[in-house]
């Protein structure tokens, strides 16, 4: 405690530390700035090969490209993920991690990749201190999501406020809706297309009701705020938006306490519990949701919930259980493939199919389409062989292209020892339909420890990218990115 109450008051000279770290120092030809920190090795599958994380800050112009950006093609793409900076005790995959963005700026013709940590209140004690706070351990990463919002971008992780950020990539401090968020929010907000509105929840472990959903307009204002009572604390990490419901999957993957202090491990999983599926009224804050049963099984992420003919269609990455531990092996053992649910806005009858079999994660789509009828998803898949050869996750060797009404699929195979991530759709400005625009991700190369910016035309998913920004650097696994236009 005393450590503490010393960090707390040596805020301001944390900050000159801070502010130390961030001024340039003299460059190399290639780099404009660069910023180094100590570097460690762990044997945490979660923390090496693809996953270990970089410690440099760098900002790179100049950079070689093939093929041709197309013209409209302005702005930024940014993506989250962890990236400790100190070496920690232990580490829990998926849910610790302090958050690094990187970007791809492309401004006329002018090309430039930039990484920046995220600097969170935690992360600025234990850089003061030179080390691993461990009793900052689940502290706020804001290491999952980055989203645009309004003129500023949102740094997002499910249990904390989001953290704002400039669109230099500088941390400005926690976001709460100018005083009108208390506590945490989402890291899988949906913006709706047709009204700009923000949809969000958040979560609670210790106090009932566990779930609160609240809508906010496009100038930050929350207009909406309902708690949605459910019977125990359990992690929701994605929800459904359609024309009106939110919609929210309550699978049995309980928070316990005892647990989470024994061994860092915060969830149980509890078939025997079910899967409830919550239906809120988007538009009506006085009906009670609607509470539907189904039998156990988890998600992380949705690709897209819309409605049609009296039925709400919702296509998710179903997973039959999962395993939380943190080693390659719980990923193996979670197979999970993307499915549709059905259900009867009257009769309130489920009913689920199999949309393709291929295990996936991290589905995306055109966000124009969001909440509303659409023809295309996008997911890396996971390949179960590798991954047992390599004993390392997150080897994303291509990318499919979902064509949910014709239940049909395409791959685009990334080159020998080149693996992709989350895929992000940039819908071209004047498009009409729906795969008007561009696919991009990162691309790592185990051949040369160096990553690419690729950028895939939808039309020929299969055909080599249109485009590839190659950077002397390496751009680690992540999480989730966004397009930021116009930047
Ligand atoms: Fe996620």
């Known amino acids: 405690m005393k450590r503490r109450q010393f960090l707390i008051q040596s805020s301001l000279a944390a900050m000159t530390a801070i502010a130390y770290h961030q001024l340039p120092s003299q460059s190399t030809p290639i780099y404009k700035q660069y910023k180094s920190y100590k570097s460690w090795k ?77 600097q969170t209140r935690g992360l600025t ?21 980055i989203i645009g919002y309004g003129e500023q971008l949102l740094a997002l992780y499910e249990i904390g406020l989001p953290y704002q950020i400039n669109k230099n990539l500088e941390t400005i401090g ?181 949309l393709d079999d291929h295990y996936i994660d991290f589905p995306t789509i055109n966000n124009k389409k969001i909440g509303q009828p659409y023809g295309f998803g996008y997911a890396p898949y996971i390949d179960t062989e590798l991954l047992s050869n390599k004993k390392i996750p997150n080897y994303f060797p291509s990318l499919i292209q979902y064509d949910v009404v014709n239940k049909t699929n395409k791959i685009h195979q990334f080159k020998s020892g080149c693996y992709g991530g989350e895929a992000t759709f940039i819908p071209s400005s004047q498009g009409q339909s729906e795969l008007d625009g561009y696919v991009v991700t990162f691309v790592y190369n185990e051949n040369t420890n160096t990553s690419d910016f690729v950028i895939i035309d939808p039309r020929n998913f299969e055909s080599e990218p249109i485009a590839k920004v190659h950077l002397p650097v390496r751009v680690p696994s992540g999480f989730h990115g966004n397009w930021i236009a116009n930047v």
């Open 42 to 118: 762990s044997n945490n599958s979660f923390l090496q090969g693809i996953n270990a994380p970089v410690f440099e800050e760098v900002e790179i112009n100049n950079l070689k490209i093939s093929g041709q950006i197309p013209e409209e093609l302005q702005g930024m793409y940014v993506r989250n993920g962890p990236n400790p900076m100190f070496k920690p005790s232990s580490y829990n995959y998926p849910l610790e991690g302090d958050g690094m963005l990187h970007s791809i700026n492309l401004n006329r013709g002018k090309v430039s990749y930039k990484n920046r940590w995220i």
């Open 125 to 145: 004690y234990e850089m003061f201190e030179g080390q691993e706070l461990v009793e900052l351990k689940f502290k706020n990463y804001a290491n999952t999501n």
């Open 174 to 354: 926690e976001w709460n809706f100018k005083g009108q968020l208390e506590q945490s929010m989402t890291a899988h907000p949906k913006i709706d297309p047709k009204t700009n509105e923000l949809h969000f929840y958040r979560y609670s472990f210790f106090n009932s009701p566990y779930l609160h959903y609240y809508i906010a307009d496009e100038n930050g204002k929350i207009i909406r705020e309902t708690p949605i009572n459910i019977p125990k604390p359990v992690m929701f990490h994605d929800m459904v938006l359609t024309e009106n419901y939110a919609i929210f999957f309550d699978c049995p993957l309980v928070f316990n306490l005892e647990q989470a202090k024994a061994n860092n491990e915060p969830f149980i999983w509890q078939p025997e519990e079910g899967t409830t599926i919550i239906l809120v009224d988007r538009h009506d804050s006085n009906k009670k949701p609607i509470y539907l049963q189904t039998e156990a099984f988890w998600v992380w992420h949705f690709m897209n919930g819309f409605e049609e003919n009296g039925q709400i269609v919702i296509d998710f990455v179903h997973y039959p259980k999962i395993n939380m531990e943190s080693h390659w092996q719980a990923i193996l053992s979670n197979k999970s493939n993307l499915e549709r649910i059905k259900i009867d806005v009257k009769s309130h009858q489920i009913v689920s199919e199999v």
